[in-house]
């Protein structure tokens, strides 16, 4: 905290700035007889000289980080330039959309800078994920009881990140199931997803050495029908009762049917979802779920790659900026109600 | 390698950018693909797809029958149920209605009370009008699964010196019209078995909510606490909770969580005893029992848990998941995720 106190006061001092010279702007047209416009050479040394001894105390401190820094300047003098600008020109843009393209190039920019910072060899250390580590000892628990591991890719199509996600952690699970010579089972809701998993799984038998324990039908379709599916799907369970469940893709109500069936079995179970609404279902029946981001995270962590771990400190450090966003929206728009300021931030975020 | 690696991510690539850019550059071509054509090529794809998935499927079962696996009689009713399905969408329609014409003015109204009767239709007149507006016939508005359905009906209406034709439904509008196999199929297996599958999870909720309201720690408790308040906050029974109830029972919370602290139990009873005699004094000396404080209703405590705490949790969940989803996306849009493709 000492270490970045003065970072965070200069940072507040930079923000008091701009709300004062834009009060003065809008509201006081002169000072103590002085003309606004006249001040305006001394409006931009103090902030230059505010911003430049921010930059250095960053750079001094965090000097891994001052390129990060000056990329979000650059970012912000850009945006500004675009907005000043692009009201006289075409813009290419579709009308409404030019803050959430910034947006989606801010995110961009940074995840790819730390992808880079990683390739470079920077260390980046993630904290360790309970579900994540319990996969081997879930399919090594069915090894040693004799049973087979059953891995749900979620019901919805290839068109959506969470099953991509889950077949990438399918990967992972069919590699250390041909390690562990444990029988895998993949019943899947579409065929596309069908096509894609037998890929995946034939690719890590062979990077296991085990080629010869592969087989087309260990992913078999079912059927197309939510409800449908997880009829067969509980079917499956409760007559080959598999020593390990894993949930990780897309779902919808059919969740909780199939993890409750796959808790009464005595089944170890690992879920992960993106979908909001069915984590408190996985929660309270399995044994690890992987929560939100943890789930995405999940190709970066097993790999260990350098330019996959370089993007989930990229995420990380984005949720940090959504997090000084939001406060920084908060009291703008607390000042803007209470007339300090002219300007309106929420309408930034109306289109 | 290149078939399967290089071209596969090549189309990623481009495409993945395509489509992101379709939301933001303001160019007809570009908003038609992302908007129209990609998603007709990906619904065409996925329906040349399915035959691999039901071939898949029905060459497990019938294998399962062959080689009489364990349980391999559940696989006779997935394949005649297979076989069922392609029999009445592909080869026997039902869907047979007949279709009256060239009747008399002296047979309207006896047809039209007929067919009232029969079909219990609610307004004659309109019967009647319908008839004489048909110039190409009148089309009875009722569906046969069988033909002979249809002729045991036409034989009521043989009396009448009528003009009687037995039509189908075009093949592919007889999946949905009301009265063919296909249609039957759904309504009376299909859509009961999803209902009944659905209606499970009324049981697994029930199951899942115990389990996770087991007191096991301060969390658990919470939750017991909060899903309680929701549950009777929802329910008009919440309405008619006094404020003294809900007085007493927050001064039972604040004693169940002061409770470690204080190891003497005379001075714990005394001090929760003391707090439940202070607080209805309070109560009833401020005129509580005509206008209770808000704080003290239980809808309005359920409203409260249910527009902050519980939309604070889930949106710091769903900010988490777009940002994992965006990542994830990027990662595959700049060709560094390439896992799903096998590597």
Not at chain 1, 167 to 190: D, Q, R
Not at chain 1, 291 to 318: C, H, N
Not at chain 2, 160 to 188: C, P, R, T, Y
Not at chain 2, 310 to 328: K, Y
Request: charged share 15%; glycine share 8%; hydrophobic share 50%.
């Amino acid at each position: 905290m000492k270490k970045n106190f003065k970072i965070i006061s200069l940072s507040i001092l930079i923000l008091i700035q701009l709300i004062i010279y834009q009060y003065l702007i809008r509201v006081e047209s002169s000072i103590l007889g002085w003309e606004i416009t006249n001040l305006y050479f001394v409006i931009i040394i103090t902030f230059s000289l505010t911003l430049k001894a921010l930059l250095k105390t960053i750079s001094k401190q965090y000097p891994k980080h001052i390129l990060g820094v000056y990329f979000i300047i650059a970012f912000i003098v850009i945006v500004l330039i675009y907005r000043t600008i692009g009201i006289y020109v075409t813009s290419i843009f579709i009308e409404g959309t030019t803050f959430k393209f910034s947006v989606v190039a801010l995110v961009s920019m940074t995840l790819y800078y730390y992808i880079q910072k990683a390739k470079s060899g920077e260390k980046i250390y993630l904290r360790p994920i309970a579900g994540l580590k319990a996969i081997e000892e879930a399919v090594g628990r069915a090894t040693e009881m004799g049973k087979s591991v059953l891995f749900v890719p979620g019901i919805s199509d290839l068109d959506q990140v969470e099953t991509v996600s889950g077949l990438i952690l399918l990967g992972h699970v069919a590699e250390t199931t041909a390690k562990y010579e444990a029988g895998l089972n993949v019943p899947v809701s579409k065929s596309i997803v069908m096509e894609a998993a037998r890929e995946t799984c034939r690719e890590s038998y062979l990077r296991a050495g085990r080629p010869d324990l592969y087989y087309d039908d260990m992913v078999h379709y079912i059927t197309d029908d939510q409800f449908a599916y997880a009829a067969g799907v509980n079917g499956i369970m409760v007559r080959e009762k598999p020593a390990a469940c894993f949930y990780l893709g897309k779902f919808y109500a059919e969740s909780l049917l199939l993890a409750e069936t796959g808790n009464s079995i005595g089944a170890i179970q690992i879920a992960g979802t993106g979908s909001p609404s069915q984590i408190p279902f996985f929660v309270t029946a399995c044994d690890y779920t992987l929560i939100g981001e943890e789930f995405f995270t999940a190709s970066a962590y097993l790999s260990k790659k350098p330019e996959l771990l370089g993007s989930i400190k990229g995420q990380d450090i984005v949720k940090g900026l959504v997090m000084a966003a939001m406060i920084f929206t908060l009291i703008l728009n607390g000042f803007f109600q209470a007339g300090w300021v002219g300007f309106d931030i929420v309408t930034l975020f109306e289109n | 390698m290149f078939l399967k690696r290089h071209v596969p991510l090549f189309i990623v690539v481009i495409i993945g950018l395509l489509t992101l850019f379709g939301n933001f550059i303001d160019n007809d071509e570009v908003k038609n693909f992302v908007d129209n054509d990609a998603t007709q090529w990906f619904d065409i794809i996925a329906s040349f797809a399915i035959f691999l998935g039901s071939l898949n499927m029905l060459k497990l079962q019938i294998l399962k029958i062959i080689r009489k696996h364990k349980n391999w009689q559940y696989s006779i009713l997935a394949v005649l149920g297979f076989a069922v399905a392609i029999f009445a969408g592909f080869f026997y329609r039902g869907a047979n209605y007949i279709v009256v014409s060239n009747v008399n003015e002296i047979n309207l109204l006896p047809i039209a009370e007929l067919l009232t009767d029969e079909l219990h239709l609610e307004n004659q007149n309109t019967v009647i009008s319908n008839i004489s507006d048909a110039k190409d016939g009148y089309e009875i508005p009722k569906i046969f699964m069988t033909q002979s359905g249809a002729e045991a009906f036409m034989e009521k209406l043989d009396k009448f010196d009528v003009n009687m034709e037995i039509k189908s439904k075009k093949w592919g509008i007889h999946l949905q019209a009301k009265g063919s196999l296909f249609s039957w199929i759904f309504f009376n297996i299909f859509t009961p078995l999803s209902s009944t599958m659905f209606a499970l999870l009324a049981f697994f909720v029930a199951s899942a909510s115990y389990r996770a309201f087991r007191i096991r720690n301060f969390e658990a408790t919470l939750l017991l606490v909060s899903g309680i308040i929701l549950m009777l906050g929802r329910v008009p029974i919440g309405e008619l909770i006094p404020w003294w109830v809900v007085a007493i029972l927050i001064v039972f919370g604040v004693g169940a969580i002061s409770a470690p602290w204080i190891k003497d139990k005379k001075i714990f009873f005394g001090l929760v005893v003391g707090g439940i005699v202070l607080f209805l004094s309070v109560g009833f000396s401020m005129g509580w029992n005509q206008s209770p404080p808000q704080i003290l209703l239980i809808p309005v405590i359920q409203d409260w848990i249910f527009d902050y705490p519980t939309t604070a949790g889930s949106r710091a969940l769903m900010i988490g998941i777009a940002l994992g989803i965006v990542a994830t996306s990027f990662r595959i849009i700049v060709g560094i995720e390439r896992s799903f493709l096998g590597e």
